[in-house]
């Protein structure tokens, strides 16, 4: 079954965070920047990983991969992001859990996917978001459409916001 | 009451495909098409772009497998810079090879044990809630594992070559932009424990062992399973030796006679057509010499050990004279045999990768040869599945003005639609109920090739397989998605 999804504002999913202990927090984007708009997880991975949060690991690929469940069970807190086309919101942020798996037909995984594989192979059960972000076009090429540069703004604001509520570990692999 | 089947992988925007099967009356099979809505506006995309992005633009193309795009398109400008494809400086040549091993290594890994092994060690009619790597870690954890960090080392060495996860850069015209440090290379021979090439290759055999057990446990399928003969095409070193990264094209009947042979890719517009289907996006290649109707092919793994005189690493090579055994040394045209050929190209790649670490050429510093500027260049390489073609012609001014691709799975289209036809007639047809496990085999045909179904760009909330059975009118009777 799909997560539900928060609209931001409707009910403030940071207020219940704030005296969370650190954890260590993996922020993982996924999409491919040479298709416009799905390049939009790796770029909001770019400016995260630029503010050099301790604790905070980033990382990035085209898709998910079976391996990424190994980098998912050295963390207590995974957050991927992703571009959405089926949202009405300008982003949407949601928890995800290990889920039933599927067989199958291609190499890339769904965060579930690889929850489920992470709870399988190693034991390991992080807390998990995905934090999509609404885009518009898809086509070949680089840069993201205005629309989806407005929508980042608002997504990265928002997981800001997240990341100070739960301070990080420090000391965590970078 | 006549019914159309069709399963629909709708995987990204682009590069989705769907398989519709049409019963009579009585159930009988009168149609079996396997679709591909394949993505060209790729080739427009790159008119007028400096030819020397090429090897970053193509990866644009396909989140599965960059690497293979990548060097394909940067042997294509060796050949506009000058270098020719063979006369690029041996670190630079070495290093490629190296990205490209490491990328067969973790695809065909990916591939054995996440997409195929369920159906083998769970078996076809195993429910889809178990068949699946978490179904197989229940039974043999150890394999699940492996099959992660066996990827994981592939990938390693892809990021090291490459530079990068996204839009890799280590591939530029006429060489490459980076060499293997003493620290990057003792990394992936010593460890740490188990990332090291000795035990991916232990790992490789193991994965080889595990599928002779089950084809002699499970004989009749696995050798009766979508038999049909064909043509075989790849690549093939000048001396008859599989090779990934370059040769000459080579071609064999289901025979085993030479229908192509040993020619020079670079004239690859003399010995392939594509035939365009009006039911499919995509196109049909077909060996000229032979006809629309009697020159299609395979290419992959099974392709490659019919085309190939002998493996060039010790390990593989025994394991390639089992396999040619087997069929007493004729070509092999059992599909379900793809998996054994792909787990001996593996562990010869995992061989491969320790031979070229061993070798003091990769901390050469000479990365870069050019020569004098050609307006045409072909690049081809073996991609995991299959044999990739890059064409391109450039103009005065340096632009890219015609690009033309035929990747991996456009050259496997008819004998996937084969394979689809030969489940359909030989396990459908007639039977008063389509079962799960009946559509699984449909999807065991055309894994056995592993198609590139997800070249494209992607997003959140599409599923990667939708199924859909429909009535008479087209009246949809059920629906399933994975």
């Not at chain 1, 929508?151 to 604001?157: H, K, Q, S, Y």
């Not at chain 2, 064409?391 to 890219?400: E, G």
């Amino acid at each position: 079954m799909r997560p539900e999804r928060k609209r931001p504002g409707q009910k403030n999913p940071l207020s219940r965070l704030a005296k969370k202990p650190p954890r260590r927090v993996l922020v993982f984007g996924i999409g491919n920047p040479g298709r416009e708009d799905d390049g939009l997880g790796a770029r909001a991975v770019e400016i995260v990983a630029a503010l050099r949060l301790p604790g905070v690991t980033c990382d990035a690929n085209y898709q998910l991969n079976v391996e990424d469940a190994l980098t998912c069970s050295a963390h207590d807190v995974v957050i991927f992001i992703d571009a959405a086309k089926r949202i009405r919101t300008p982003f949407a942020w949601s928890e995800v859990m290990a889920g039933a798996a599927a067989p199958a037909m291609t190499h890339a995984l769904g965060p579930e996917a690889v929850l489920t594989v992470c709870a399988g192979l190693y034991g390991r059960n992080p807390e998990a978001h995905v934090l999509g972000i609404r885009g518009h076009r898809w086509g070949v090429g680089e840069g993201l459409s205005p629309r989806a540069e407005g929508n980042l703004r608002e997504a990265v604001g928002f997981l800001k916001e997240f990341l100070a509520r739960r301070p990080p570990m420090k000391g965590a692999a970078k | 009451m006549a019914r159309k089947i069709t399963i629909e992988p709708v995987t990204r925007v682009e590069g989705h495909g769907k398989v519709t099967i049409h019963l009579d009356d009585a159930g009988k099979v009168t149609q079996s098409r396997f679709h591909i809505v394949e993505f060209r506006g790729f080739e427009r995309f790159v008119q007028g772009r400096p030819y020397w992005e090429a090897p970053v633009l193509v990866q644009r193309l396909c989140g599965i497998c960059p690497v293979s795009h990548h060097l394909a398109a940067a042997k294509a400008m060796d050949v506009i810079v000058g270098t020719g494809p063979t006369g690029l400086p041996p670190t630079a040549e070495k290093m490629r090879r190296l990205m490209h091993y490491g990328q067969i290594l973790q695809s065909h890994a990916l591939h054995f044990f996440h997409l195929s092994s369920p159906d083998f060690i769970l078996g076809m009619d195993a429910d889809p809630a178990i068949r699946n790597i978490i179904g197989v870690a229940a039974l043999n954890r150890d394999l699940a594992v492996q099959a992660v960090l066996l990827r994981k080392f592939g990938q390693e060495i892809i990021l090291a070559t490459a530079g990068k996860k996204i839009h890799g850069t280590g591939a530029i015209p006429g060489g490459v932009n980076k060499n293997l440090s003493p620290e990057e290379r003792d990394t992936f021979l010593k460890g740490p424990a188990p990332l090291t090439v000795d035990q991916m290759i232990a790992w490789s055999q193991a994965a080889i062992d595990l599928f002779k057990g089950y084809h002699k446990a499970n004989q009749d399928l696995v050798d009766g399973f979508a038999v049909f003969p064909s043509n075989h095409l790849s690549l093939v070193r000048k001396d008859g030796a599989l090779d990934f990264y370059h040769g000459v094209l080579r071609a064999v009947d289901a025979d085993g006679h030479k229908v192509l042979n040993d020619v020079d890719y670079q004239d690859y517009l003399k010995y392939i057509g594509e035939e365009i289907r009006p039911w499919s996006y995509m196109k049909f290649p077909y060996l000229k010499s032979l006809g629309k109707s009697a020159g299609w092919y395979r290419v992959g793994p099974l392709a490659r050990l019919n085309t190939c005189d002998y493996v060039p690493s010790p390990l593989a090579q025994k394991e390639f004279e089992t396999y040619k055994a087997y069929t007493d040394g004729k070509p092999n045209n059992m599909t379900l045999h793809s998996h054994w050929a792909r787990l001996i190209e593996l562990l010869h790649s995992a061989e491969v990768i320790k031979e070229l670490l061993l070798d003091k050429d990769l901390q050469g510093t000479k990365l870069v040869k050019l020569g004098k500027k050609a307006a045409e260049g072909v690049g081809l390489v073996e991609a995991p599945r299959g044999t990739l073609f890059h064409h391109y012609r450039i103009n005065d001014d340096d632009q890219i003005t015609m690009a033309n691709l035929i990747v991996s799975t456009t050259n496997n289209n008819e004998p996937m639609n084969r394979a689809v036809h030969w489940v359909a007639e030989n396990m459908l047809s007639g039977k008063p109920e389509i079962t799960e496990g009946m559509l699984n085999r449909v999807e065991v045909a055309i894994r056995a090739y592993d198609p590139c179904l997800s070249c494209a760009t992607h997003a959140l909330g599409q599923m990667p397989l939708e199924v859909t059975l429909c009535g008479p009118n087209g009246n949809v009777l059920d629906r399933k998605t994975r």
